[in-house]
């Protein structure tokens, strides 16, 4: 059985810093494009980040550009996405998800995600 687990939410100043991580059990997570999702409450979910799995080419919104970092240490299994920066608007629980291919170039909505995990909440607020 899959399970994908994400971890480092928490509550943040503005302009602060947080890491999250994504790692699965039961599921290697080299072969597969790894994506970032957040939903604020009343809203929609929306992607935040992608990342490929040959060259490691990730993408992100435009709104998290240069404040947000995607990563994979493929020997730990694990996906990081550092946040920098960080904005009220920011605040949203945040899924780490198992995309069905292995690269982002041709979109990575949450329709092609595979598994899902449960969320981590990041609040920003001072």
């Known amino acids: 059985q899959v399970q994908v687990v994400e971890s480092g939410g928490g509550l943040v100043q503005p302009g602060g810093s947080l890491r999250l991580s994504c790692t699965a059990s039961g599921f290697t997570l080299v072969y597969n494009a790894i994506a970032w999702f957040r939903q604020a409450p009343g809203k929609e979910r929306e992607g935040v980040s992608c990342?490929?799995?040959?060259?490691?080419?990730?993408y992100a919104i435009d709104s998290v550009k240069g404040r947000f970092t995607i990563s994979r240490d493929n020997a730990k299994n694990t996906v990081t996405l550092q946040m920098n920066s960080l904005k009220p608007e920011d605040t949203a629980v945040y899924y780490c998800?198992?995309?069905?291919?292995?690269?982002?170039?041709?979109?990575?909505?949450?329709?092609?995600?595979?598994?899902w995990g449960k969320g981590t909440l990041v609040t920003v607020s001072s």
């Open positions: 998800a198992i995309y069905s291919g292995s690269t982002c170039d041709y979109g990575w909505t949450q329709y092609a995600m595979e598994y």
């Open positions: 990342i490929s799995v040959s060259d490691a080419r990730s």
